[in-house]
């Protein structure tokens, strides 16, 4: 077990250091990279309902875009995912993810009423947005992409966060070993 722990965490750190932080990638691919990877190892209940994971995006066309290159032909909990435009708040139900780009911030406040405790990942941008509610805030750290978790919000929602991804994120607490 500890072997397969060790491998993950070095694998989650090659691919978010090489793919996420690259000098070559637009902030706007990092970001989606970024979204995309936290998708893939947040830890989602198996949901028999579901035909298809969505990635809702409210704001900027470009990570849409970009998220759109990404998830096309991928798979995750066995579902194909899709990516779309969120041009209104009320209609966010069917998505898994929501990115609100930082441009978007006056809608953050009816998100967070609007998720409560769904099983839907509020990823944002800006610094410190994981204390105002999100479970997942994108920040420029050093010139690069970087991000907070507020584990605590993301496992009332029934999503574990695992450890190899708690590492990674800026605000990493020892206490949630």
Known sequence: MLKRLLALSIACLIFFSSQCFSQTNSPEKSKALFVYNFAKYIEW???????????????????????????????INNIPVQVRIIDDP????????IYLSKGQNMFFKDMIGLIGNEKILLVAEGKEMVKQGADISMVKQEERMAFEINKESINKKGLKVPNELMVLAINMDKRVF
């Open 45 to 75: 209940p198996e949901d028999t309902e579901a035909e298809i994971f969505t990635i809702g995006v409210m704001g900027q066309k470009e990570i849409f875009t970009e998220l759109e290159k990404i998830c096309a032909g991928k798979i």
């Open 90 to 97: 009320e209609k966010i139900s069917d998505c898994k993810i």
